[in-house]
């Protein structure tokens, strides 16, 4: 089946600086991926999807300027987390579905980012 | 996408058959009923999914109620390793972003 790449699986930064999270299709074309954040104990949270060729659409109560999304290609999304703080540190998931409720959809492994 | 009820808990034992029931009595007539488990630190992995009759793959079946306001996750025979949150989600026909629940957190014991 198709696989969505998640990279790096882990990060730790220090306060301040800003860390980019890849998100690749492997063996099909996505022109929509979404972003979600999950809190230790809590469920997934939709943070943005991320448009092929256009700018990324972001739920409500989500910083823009501090999640920075570019979709390149058809096979690739970054989330960069600018200006990181501790309370940023959270669990990252990429998701790349095929259209349609038809279809199931694939996620990345997911990225575990610690802010110190 | 409708909201879909799941117990918070289950457990059950190993080698032992589980269902996993979920409650959508809101959904609509092209709505499919999802399903996806999370293990510990990872993302979420698809388990199946179905429209209107009972589904079977390798991982599982799908149970749906003939009026499809509930359906019923089978793991045949579970394992320690099936031990995750198991999120039923509907999915409109054109639906792209999955609205995730509280799921159900599934233990194993031995």
């Known amino acids: 089946g198709a696989v969505v790449s998640q990279h790096p699986s882990r990060v730790i930064c220090k306060s301040g600086t800003s860390v980019k999270i890849e998100c690749r299709s492997l063996?099909?074309?996505?022109?929509?991926m979404f972003w979600y954040r999950q809190f230790p104990k809590q469920s997934l949270m939709l943070m943005a999807t991320s448009n092929e060729g256009s700018k990324a659409t972001y739920e409500q109560g989500v910083e823009k300027d501090k999640f920075l999304i570019n979709h390149a290609s058809l096979t690739l999304s970054t989330l960069t987390v600018t200006s990181a703080h501790p309370e940023d540190s959270s669990f990252y998931i990429c998701?790349?579905?095929?259209?349609?409720?038809?279809?199931?959809?694939?996620f990345g492994q997911g990225t575990r980012l610690t802010v110190v | 996408d409708a909201k879909t009820t799941q117990p918070n808990s289950m457990e059950s034992n190993e080698e032992e058959p589980v269902h996993l029931p979920c409650n959508h009595s809101?959904?609509?007539?092209?709505?499919?009923i999802h399903w996806y488990r999370q293990l510990p630190s990872q993302g979420p992995e698809y388990v199946i999914h179905g429209l209107t009759s009972n589904v079977n793959n390798r991982m599982a079946s799908l149970a749906i109620a003939e009026d499809r306001k509930s359906s019923t996750l089978i793991l045949h025979r579970a394992t320690l390793r099936d031990a995750a949150v198991y999120y039923c989600i509907l999915r409109g026909p054109s639906g792209y972003a999955l609205n995730f629940g509280k799921g159900t957190s599934l233990l194993v014991t031995p």
């Open positions: 809101t959904i609509s007539g092209t709505d499919y």
């Open positions: 998701s790349a579905p095929q259209t349609g409720g038809s279809t199931e959809a694939f």
């Open positions: 063996d099909f074309q996505a022109t929509t």
